[in-house]
């Protein structure tokens, strides 16, 4: 191979390095949110807030109208905004939560939510995860719903994170609770 060969390879997977790091948005690590947040504050109240989303979901999927899908909840928070002053947190997060059920080896996504949304926790020793959450708001629907963020997070283009939030790890956990093999199918419900 040539070495202008090489130097054409190299600058294209520049490029394509360059486009993935763009892609992913200033100040984001693509799994867990935005790289500047604190992340052992994080790592102490993500259990306590995912742990509300679910228990939020419930009730409200199909799936769990029909028994035999064995149908539940996964939810998933990343912070985009995290605070703490004098024992209050104040989690400005994207969330998405899915709910999964199974048939025939298969995962089956029956129904789902995404958005922003502010979580205010206070440290409490006797709450599960030491954090009890004391108050959460979400956007409006329709009008309204951009001036909310506008207002409510520092990085907008990072808290209405549309369709992009992956769903990757949740459905991972999901074939692992069911049992499934991690190739098993995703179908709709």
Excluded: N
Aim: charged share 20%; proline share 5%; glycine share 16%.
């Amino acid at each position: 191979m040539t070495v202008g060969r090489w130097g054409t390879g190299l600058a294209a997977t520049g490029v394509l390095v360059a486009t993935g790091v763009w892609a992913m948005g200033p100040g984001t690590d693509g799994a867990h949110g935005r790289a500047d947040v604190d992340a052992h504050l994080w790592s102490e109240v993500r259990p306590v807030i995912e742990a509300r989303l679910v228990a939020e979901s419930r009730g409200g999927g199909y799936g769990e109208a029909v028994p035999g899908l064995r149908a539940r909840w996964f939810c998933r928070a990343q912070a985009q905004d995290l605070e703490e002053h004098g024992g209050q947190v104040r989690a400005g997060v994207s969330t998405l939560c899915l709910e999964y059920g199974v048939r025939a080896g298969a995962l089956l996504e029956c129904g789902g939510a995404q958005g922003p949304q502010v979580l205010r926790l206070r440290r409490d020793k006797g709450a599960a995860g030491g954090y009890r959450v004391v108050s959460a708001q979400r956007p409006p629907d329709g009008a309204g719903y951009g001036q909310w963020v506008d207002a409510h997070f520092a990085h907008q283009a990072d808290a209405d994170t549309g369709d992009s939030m992956p769903s990757g790890a949740l459905r991972a956990a999901d074939r692992d609770h069911f049992g499934l093999p991690a190739d098993a199918p995703v179908r709709g419900c």
